[in-house]
């Protein structure tokens, strides 16, 4: 059974960083490209960012270029998201997500498989 499970959310305030982790498990997902969206309350879930299958392509929000970073290691069938000078609008639930094809999207529709959500709260 596939799982994948997020960790690093937390409490910080404007201008700090936090590092998420999602660690997947229940088969290889060298050959998935891996992405991050997110959800704040009241809101649909956005695109945050993605990397192809090998980390040679990556993709942003524009609302995030600059301040955010998406890597995976392959190895540990992990993906992780370096958010750096964080804004309280980036409050929201951030979600892990899986598609089994080689290159990134940006659509929640194309992946298969989620994690269960770290909560990202930003103050002000």
């Known amino acids: 059974q596939v799982q994948l499970v997020e960790s690093g959310g937390g409490l910080v305030q404007a201008g700090g960083s936090l590092r998420l982790s999602c660690a997947a498990s229940?088969?290889?997902?060298?050959?998935?490209?891996m992405a991050w969206f997110r959800q704040a309350p009241g809101k649909e879930r956005d695109f945050v960012a993605a990397?192809?299958?090998?980390?040679?392509?990556?993709a942003y929000a524009d609302s995030v270029k600059g301040r955010f970073t998406i890597s995976r290691d392959n190895s540990k069938n992990a993906v992780y998201l370096q958010m750096n000078s964080l804004k309280p609008e980036d409050t929201a639930v951030y979600y892990c997500?899986?598609?089994?094809?080689?290159?990134?999207?940006?659509?929640?529709?194309?992946?298969?498989?989620w994690g269960q959500g770290t909560q990202v709260t930003v103050s002000s």
């Open positions: 990397v192809d299958w090998n980390g040679g392509s990556t």
């Open positions: 229940g088969r290889t997902f060298s050959f998935m490209a």
């Open positions: 997500a899986v598609r089994p094809g080689y290159t990134r999207r940006t659509g929640a529709n194309e992946y298969t498989y």
